[in-house]
């Protein structure tokens, strides 16, 4: 049974179907948000690696051992959050941030500060989720000790949910 990678551009998600034949031109609705017709994805695997190369990039100039450390620390942290923990949320965020070199954009570095201030998560998506969305999510320094370069979008979110086609 073949499993098919397919991305949703509105949720900016990956999600994962599974077919009992093999079916190229089946597109499923997306799970999420019932987007029709979403974008066949190449599976992560059939990509190459890097070979180990840790060299900056102008998209992504973070240090591949650096993110993967914080990654491995911070998903154990993450882990111990529980799922009304606002603050432990931010602080787990403040230090992948610290960690990483990355910075937030002003959108959600406004919405963390109101967040630390103890505004109510749901009224800061209200008020802010249309700006949060359209702005860059991170900056990250400029090698060269310049302003900061911002990252053309995120990658994709991978829902980790197994769906049947």
Known sequence: MPIYEFYCPDCHMI???????VNTSKRPLCPRCGRKK????????????RGGNNENTEDFPIDDRKMESA????ANEAAKIGDNDVHGAVKLMRKFSDMTG???????EHALGRLESGDDPDTIENEMGD???????????????GKDIAQKRADPVKDDHLYEM
């Open 131 to 145: 700006l949060l969305e359209a702005e860059e999510p991170f900056t990250f320094p400029d090698a060269k000790g």
């Open 15 to 21: 999600f994962n179907f599974f077919s009992k034949s």
């Open 71 to 74: 990654i491995n620390v911070l």
């Open 102 to 108: 990355m910075k937030f954009g002003n959108g959600i």
């Open 38 to 49: 979403l974008e066949r994805q190449v599976s992560s695997f059939s990509f190459g690696s």
